[in-house]
C-alpha cells in the first residue's frame, strides 16, 4: 500500500510543479517576469522570442514555463497593450497636415508627437517646411534653416545642409 501511496504522491507532485505552484519551480521564472512583462507590454506576445531573448540572461528554464505564463496574460481580464504604432505610421502623422488625419488616426497621433518635446519640434519643423513647399513661401527659407541648425535633430541638419548647398550661387556654377 505504501508504494501506491508513493505513486501517486509523485504524480501529484508533478502536476503542482507543472502547474507552477511548486515554490522552487515557481521561481526560476520569478526573477525574469519583470523583463516579460515590459516586453509584453511593448508588444512582443510571441512565447518563443521572448524565451530566446531570456535565456542569454540566464534564465534556465523551460520554454513551456514562459509559455504557460504567457498563456496566463493572454487569458487574463485585464487588456493587452497595444502594439506601438509602426515608424511608418508616425511618419504619416508627421507628414500629413492635421485636418487631413482620419479620426482613429487623430488621437494615436496627438498621444505620440506630444509625449516627446523632440518629436514635437520635428513635426513642427516637418510641417512648416511643407507648407513653405505647397504655398511657394521661398522667403521663409533661411529662417526655417537657422531653427532647424538651432535644434537637436540631426537628420534635419543634414537636410538643412543640403538645401543650404544647393540654393548658394557657387553650386548653380
Known amino acids: 500500500m505504501d ?3 508513493d505513486g501517486h504522491d509523485d504524480v501529484l507532485e508533478r502536476r503542482v510543479c507543472r502547474a507552477g505552484l511548486g515554490q522552487n519551480r515557481a521561481a526560476i521564472l520569478d526573477e525574469y517576469k519583470p523583463y ?7 508588444g512582443c506576445t510571441n512565447a518563443w522570442k521572448l524565451w530566446e531573448e531570456i535565456v542569454p540572461l540566464g ?3 523551460s520554454y513551456g514555463r514562459v509559455r504557460a505564463y504567457l498563456q496566463l496574460k493572454r487569458t487574463s481580464p485585464r487588456p493587452v497593450a497595444a502594439r506601438p504604432p509602426s515608424p511608418r505610421s508616425v511618419a504619416g502623422w508627421i507628414l500629413r497636415r492635421p485636418e487631413k ?3 482613429s488616426e487623430t ?3 496627438q498621444d505620440r508627437l506630444g509625449q516627446l518635446p523632440r518629436d514635437r519640434r520635428l513635426t513642427c519643423h516637418v510641417r ?3 507648407t513653405m513647399l505647397t504655398e511657394r513661401q521661398r522667403e521663409r527659407l533661411p529662417d526655417w534653416l537657422d531653427a532647424v541648425r538651432q535644434d537637436d535633430l540631426p537628420s534635419l541638419h543634414t537636410l538643412a545642409a543640403r538645401l543650404d548647398r544647393d540654393r548658394t550661387p557657387s553650386s548653380l556654377a
Open 3 to 5: 508504494s501506491e501511496r
Open 59 to 61: 534564465y534556465k528554464g
Open 101 to 103: 488625419l482620419s479620426e
Open 107 to 109: 488621437a494615436p497621433a
Open 36 to 42: 516579460l512583462d515590459d516586453r509584453w507590454s511593448e
Open 128 to 130: 512648416s517646411s511643407a
